[in-house]
């Protein structure tokens, strides 16, 4: 079956620290993967997307992430961590086959100490 | 450039009352539409999609239904809202017939059932 696995629930880090958000899928072939950041109360705001080529990849806000075919993960990594980057994050697969469906991971929610 | 926008932004319903959440999409035509809930502590799951006017998939059986009356126009309903409903409703988009499917999601609905 599908799916999307982000193991850690809640992560803290202090400001300044390096961050790895972890992302693990399982599909028959390989999707296209997303970061998403969303604040409280807010929606989700696209970080980051890998489709194909490069396996490292860089987004918004400092972000980057690595697609490993090998472990099947897309981990989000961000070299220094402010304050501001306190939301909650998600990992998503999507189907190259046109269906257009999305997978969620649960989330992983960042605290960051000042 | 697109925006999307859903409304209300909060609801407070009581069980049994019906339930209507628009989402609406300027800057684009001909998109796909979603649906997703979010509920506490889970991920997202994606309730309904939308290819063209008039076209729903339903992705989970439950209480919801929705319709897509205009191009650019989506629809979640219920006759009689459950205390299971409540979420956090988020409604995205993407362009159709793109060969990636990058969503765009919408700043959400907080449903409170009583």
């Known amino acids: 079956a599908q799916s999307v696995t982000q193991p850690d629930i809640h992560i803290t880090v202090s400001e300044g620290a390096s961050l790895e958000l972890r992302c693990n899928y399982s599909?028959?072939?390989?999707?296209?993967l997303f970061w998403y950041v969303q604040s409280p109360g807010q929606g989700l705001q696209l970080l980051l997307k890998?489709?194909?080529?490069?396996?490292l990849v860089q987004g918004i806000k400092g972000f980057e992430a690595e697609f490993k075919r090998s472990q099947s993960s897309f981990n989000l990594r961000k070299p220094s961590v402010h304050w501001s980057d306190a939301a909650e994050y998600f990992c998503?697969?999507?189907?190259?086959?046109?269906?257009?469906?999305?997978?969620f991971g649960t989330g992983t929610r960042l605290k960051v100490l000042a | 450039s697109q925006t999307i926008h859903q409304w209300p932004a909060t609801l407070v319903q009581p069980v049994g009352s019906p339930l209507s959440l628009e989402c609406t999409v300027e800057g684009t035509s001909n998109p796909n539409l979603y649906w997703y809930r979010q509920a506490a502590g889970r991920g997202l799951q994606l309730l309904f999609y939308s290819v063209g006017i008039g076209q729903i998939s339903s992705e989970v059986p439950q209480n919801l239904s929705a319709s897509r009356p205009q191009d650019r126009q989506f629809i979640l309903s219920s006759k009689k809202l459950l205390l299971s409903d409540s979420g956090f409703y988020l409604c995205?988009?993407?362009?159709?017939?793109?060969?990636?499917?990058?969503?765009?999601f919408g700043p959400g609905t907080r449903l409170t059932v009583l």
């Open positions: 995205a988009w993407s362009v159709r017939g793109a060969s990636y499917n990058e969503q765009f």
């Open positions: 599909y028959g072939a390989t999707p296209y």
């Open positions: 890998y489709f194909s080529g490069d396996t």
């Open positions: 998503a697969v999507g189907s190259r086959s046109g269906t257009y469906k999305y997978i």
